[in-house]
C-alpha cells in the first residue's frame, strides 16, 4: 500500500523510519520508531531527537524518502499521510546514480 497524500486530520500512526548510507552513519543507528500523521510530522521529531547530530539534521533536508514503498518526490511532507505500521525510508543522496 502506498502512501496517501491527504493526512486524517489529527490522525497519528506509529512505524519505522530507516536511516540508509550516510544517513545512517549520522544518525548511529539504522531504523527508530515514529508516530506522526505526515511526513513532515515524523522528520521535525526525528531533527528534535537529534538535534546533538547536526549533520544528520542537515542531511534530512537533502534526503529523498520512500514511504511505504512510494517515492515521495517534489510533494510537501505536511501533505503525506503516514500509515499504521508503515516504513519511511530516508534516502541520502549519493553520486555516479
Do not use: N
Amino acid at each position: 500500500m502506498g502512501a496517501t497524500t491527504e493526512p486524517a486530520s489529527g490522525a497519528r500512526a506509529r512505524g519505522t523510519i530507516r536511516y540508509w548510507a550516510a544517513a545512517k552513519s549520522e544518525a548511529g543507528l539504522a531504523e527508530e520508531p515514529y508516530e506522526a500523521a505526515t511526513l513532515a510530522e515524523a522528520l521535525a521529531a526525528a531533527k528534535e531527537r537529534h538535534a546533538d547530530r547536526p549533520k544528520l539534521v542537515r542531511l534530512l533536508g537533502h534526503c529523498s524518502y520512500l514511504v511505504d514503498g512510494a517515492q515521495v518526490g517534489g510533494r510537501d511532507h505536511a501533505t503525506v499521510a503516514l500509515t499504521e505500521g508503515g516504513t519511511v525510508e530516508v534516502l541520502p543522496p549519493f553520486a555516479g546514480g
